[in-house]
């Protein structure tokens, strides 16, 4: 056998042992929270999870950061992932980050929770949207996300006590301090050292069944949203709904003022559309888009009446309140922020003022273009005017009308079109002719 037999089938032998392995990789789908839990999580999740279950995954591999977000979404992906054929691991990376609130509870649903060095969970304490809770009300509450969370941390065999804890006292945790509570199972550095820590654990799942993972050679899938998600997922955020919302009426105000624009009118409704889609999946307060339509009410006034920014600055004050107040997050986060509210009211007020001023004073002004500008114009008799007769105005010669006799050469003033006839009268002597 010659040298180059030998290294051909050398060659062979490597291709095919790298075959093999990536044959034999264990795939894991991956997804990225790293934003407030919502809809469009819950739709993103159970789509990952789908995924995962139609490949034939060997687990699913959440990477979590998050500040919390809506009890109906979190309790929606705790449901999918506990309904999940294929393990679910929750990894709360990567360092600093954190699974507050409904993060905390997404951790501890996992059939594997793990966090990196330097993060923190727990703060896990309901809050009721759009009202204050009484001492009644408040107990309910509680009551029902402890037993919420109690359904299934149990049977992941973790600290019981200590995670209704997070519910009833909003207390946190850091990984180690989670760690040796029993709240998680594994403090990775790295993905690598999660797989390293996992290989050949034997977990249980949900329903009481053990199911042993194999991740010595693990192939990472990458699990994307769609565009319609990733469009969603940033029209959630309150500051840039409530922008894209005003924008959206200022355009619509633009068309109004300026009819057969249409470029205005198309974004204005388009933006608003947008805006209230997003919006219809946040809790919203619907009283605050009464103080949104005062605003324009106020900023309308002020251009009228001129009211030396007393109706401006109210307009601006509502808008702004009606901002803070749009959308009733449990969390800061999905709250729209001070400066998102006046960096959209201030300017929004001054250009709507502006634009309104100029609208009423053109409304005001004389018309001076077409037929209807001659009324008022002053002309010459070129034909005695008895009464029917030819005048000359504004640089042109018209048939007339004189309510009065005017002979030839004498001044007269249009006071009304009719067709393609001048109704005109005897001009007052003091009144120059503007035409000969």
């Known amino acids: 056998m010659t040298s180059l037999h030998r290294n051909f089938i050398r060659i062979l032998i490597a291709v095919l042992f790298l075959c093999g392995l990536a044959l034999h990789a264990q795939q894991v789908v991956s997804v990225k929270l790293d934003d407030t839990i919502n809809p469009i999580t819950e739709e993103f999740i ?33 449901s999918k992932m506990l309904a999940s054929k294929v393990p679910i691991i929750v990894y709360v990376t990567p360092t600093g980050s954190r699974a507050a609130s409904a993060g905390f509870y997404i951790l ?49 065999g973790r600290n019981v006590d200590l995670a209704e804890s997070a519910v009833r006292q909003s207390k946190s945790w850091t990984d180690q301090e989670a760690l040796q509570n029993h709240l998680i199972d594994v403090v990775a550095k790295d ?31 990458d699990y994307k949203e769609t565009l319609r998600e990733g469009i969603l997922g940033w029209l959630m955020d309150p500051n840039i709904a409530f922008l894209v919302l005003a924008l959206g009426a200022l355009a619509l105000y633009a068309e109004f003022n300026h009819p057969g624009a249409v470029i205005p009118g198309v974004v204005g409704l388009i933006a608003i559309v ?12 619907y009283a605050s888009f009464v103080l949104i339509l005062a605003a324009f009410v106020m900023f309308a006034l002020e251009a009228k009446f001129m009211t030396h920014g007393v109706l401006g600055i109210g307009g601006v004050v509502a808008l702004t309140l009606g901002g803070l107040l749009l959308v009733d997050g449990p969390i800061p986060e999905m709250r729209v922020q001070w400066w ?52 000359f105005v504004h640089g042109e010669l018209w048939d007339a009308i004189a309510s009065e006799p005017v002979p030839l050469g004498g001044s007269i003033v249009v006071n009304r079109v009719n067709e393609m006839t001048l109704e005109v009268a005897p001009a007052p002597k003091t009144q120059p002719v503007s035409a000969n």
């Open 46 to 78: 159970d789509r990952a999870i789908a995924h995962a279950d139609q490949i034939h995954a060997e687990a699913v591999l959440i990477q979590l950061s998050t500040p919390g977000g809506l009890v109906d979404s979190t309790r929606g992906i705790i």
């Open 108 to 156: 501890e649903a996992a059939d594997v929770a793990a966090m990196s060095p330097g993060t923190n969970t727990g703060a896990a304490h309901p809050v009721l949207l759009g009202e204050k809770m009484d001492e009644v009300m408040k107990t309910k509450v509680e009551n029902d996300s402890a037993a919420f969370m109690r359904s299934f941390v149990s049977k992941r």
């Open 191 to 221: 993905p690598a050292d999660l797989w390293k820590q996992l290989d050949g654990r034997t977990v249980t799942r949900f329903d009481g069944s053990k199911q042993t993972l194999h991740l010595s050679n693990v192939q990472l899938v």
């Open 274 to 285: 947008l805006a209230i889609f997003a919006l219809n999946l946040l809790p919203v307060r």
């Open 340 to 391: 998102a509210a006046l960096g959209v009211s201030v300017p929004l007020g001054a250009i709507t003022v502006f634009l309104m001023t100029l609208a009423i004073k053109a409304h005001r002004n004389k018309v001076v273009t077409g037929v209807q500008g001659l009324v008022g114009e002053v002309g010459v008799a070129r034909t005695p005017l008895s009464p029917e007769g030819k005048v």
